[in-house]
């Protein structure tokens, strides 16, 4: 399970999300590389069945939770947009 929030990106209000994997938060912009629709196939839900890749639920593009890198499928290479985070007392901050 993801958590959701927006961000001003190029001073418009974008989509992203935050995911934990192996201990570790990783935040992407929310955005298929293929075309521009939102990964989420029900809210907060990111990732495939067996928990091991991101997915888009429109196109089935799966990417590496740990560094948004194009894993297979419509994303042909190209990967999400990361966001940098730092965990700091169990709070989640933004660094970018």
Same mark, same amino acid.
């Given at each position: 399970?993801?958590?959701?929030?927006?961000? /001003? !990106? %190029?001073?418009?209000?974008? /989509?992203?999300?935050?995911?934990? %994997? +192996?201990?570790?938060? =990783? $935040?992407?912009? +929310?955005?298929?590389? =293929?075309?521009?629709?939102?990964? *989420? !196939?029900?809210?907060?839900?990111?990732?495939? =069945?067996?928990? @091991?890749? @991101?997915?888009? $639920?429109? =196109?089935? $593009? @799966?990417? $590496?939770?740990?560094?948004?890198?194009?894993?297979?499928?419509?994303?042909?290479?190209?990967?999400?947009?990361?966001?940098?985070?730092?965990?700091? *007392?169990?709070?989640?901050? @933004?660094?970018?």
């Amino acid at each position: 399970m993801g958590v959701r929030f927006e961000l /001003p !990106w %190029y001073g418009v209000a974008s /989509p992203a999300f935050a995911v934990r %994997y +192996n201990g570790q938060v =990783h $935040a992407y912009l +929310n955005r298929c590389a =293929h075309v521009p629709v939102q990964l *989420d !196939w029900q809210q907060g839900e990111f990732f495939d =069945h067996s928990r @091991l890749y @991101l997915i888009c $639920a429109t =196109h089935g $593009a @799966l990417y $590496a939770p740990d560094s948004g890198r194009c894993m297979g499928g419509r994303c042909s290479g190209k990967g999400l947009q990361p966001l940098g985070v730092v965990e700091r *007392d169990g709070l989640v901050y @933004l660094t970018s």
